[in-house]
């Protein structure tokens, strides 16, 4: 069992920046390929980006390609998502995701651990 704390989230003007935090607390952090999903009102969680259980490895979805960057700090258990040039499209809520594999995935499915999410809003 893996469990999952988002945190970071929150208010910021379009054009800002905002560090989301996950930390993993249970089974071993490095067995894990990690990912960061999101959700706004009346749509399906979308991939954002994932990494692979090293940090050698990493996969971002085209919408955030260049202004999201996904990190990972094995030994303090926490996954990263630093968020720059946020837009008002960027708004949802943000989950972190474990999936027991080594590798990337992008499709929620896969993932077997989910935190409870952080909300991010940019407003323009």
């Known amino acids: 069992q893996v469990q999952l704390v988002e945190s970071g989230g929150g208010l910021v003007q379009a054009g800002g920046s905002l560090k989301l935090s996950c930390a993993a607390s249970?089974?071993?952090?490095?067995?894990?390929?990690m990912g960061w999903f999101r959700q706004a009102p009346g749509k399906e969680r979308e991939f954002v980006a994932a990494?692979?259980?090293?940090?050698?490895?990493?996969h971002y979805a085209d919408s955030v390609k260049g202004r999201f960057t996904i990190s990972r700090d094995n030994a303090k258990n926490t996954l990263y998502l630093q968020m720059n040039s946020l837009k008002p499209d960027d708004t949802a809520v943000y989950y972190c995701?474990?999936?027991?594999?080594?590798?990337?995935?992008?499709?929620?499915?896969?993932?077997?651990?989910w935190g409870q999410g952080t909300q991010v809003t940019v407003f323009s």
């Open positions: 249970g089974r071993t952090f490095s067995n894990y390929a």
């Open positions: 990494i692979n259980w090293s940090g050698s490895n990493t």
């Open positions: 995701s474990a999936v027991d594999s080594s590798e990337i995935h992008t499709i929620p499915g896969v993932y077997n651990y």
